[in-house]
């Protein structure tokens, strides 16, 4: 199977319900139901029921891969954002501020204990980390060894 051209992403604050179900009319080749940057600090925990409720639909009405972008690790949101988002209509996680093999590994970590919660060991998810530090920059190889990353923003 050949891999899939990614050319376009759509983020929509998973705060807003009436977005995200417009977000179909689109057509992105990603749709990215944020959690991170578009959501203000006071909505982040009521925005994940926001896009967990929608997730059924919006796979059912598109072809978009689904891809929630979650907050990062030292926002200390990151493991209840996978858990509370996680299911078997996403195609994986984006996730900002990956520094290190070691972050990388914190995510995997993260993805696999929701993966048993949710009785979807036999799931394969991917990454996307985004690189934003310089640290970053200077670690990215190793962050794009791990077999989950897909792509890197």
Do not use: Y
């Amino acid at each position: 199977m050949r891999p899939r051209l990614i050319k376009s992403l759509l983020f929509v604050p998973g705060n807003s319900a009436k977005m995200l179900q417009k977000a179909p009319a689109f057509r992105p080749d990603v749709l990215m139901p944020d959690l991170e940057d578009s959501v203000p600090l006071a909505e982040k925990i009521p925005a994940r029921a926001i896009i967990k409720e929608h997730i059924p639909q919006l796979a059912s009405s598109m072809k978009s891969l689904l891809i929630p972008r979650v907050n990062s690790i030292s926002s200390g949101l990151m493991e209840g954002d996978i858990d509370a988002i996680l299911s078997d209509h996403i195609a994986g996680i984006s996730i900002g501020k990956i520094e290190s093999r070691n972050d990388m590994n914190t995510v995997i970590q993260a993805l696999e204990e929701s993966k048993k919660k949710h009785s979807l060991q036999n799931k394969d998810f991917i990454i996307i980390p985004w690189i934003e530090t310089a640290k970053g920059v200077m670690n990215s190889m190793e962050i794009c060894q791990s077999p989950f990353v897909k792509g890197v923003a």
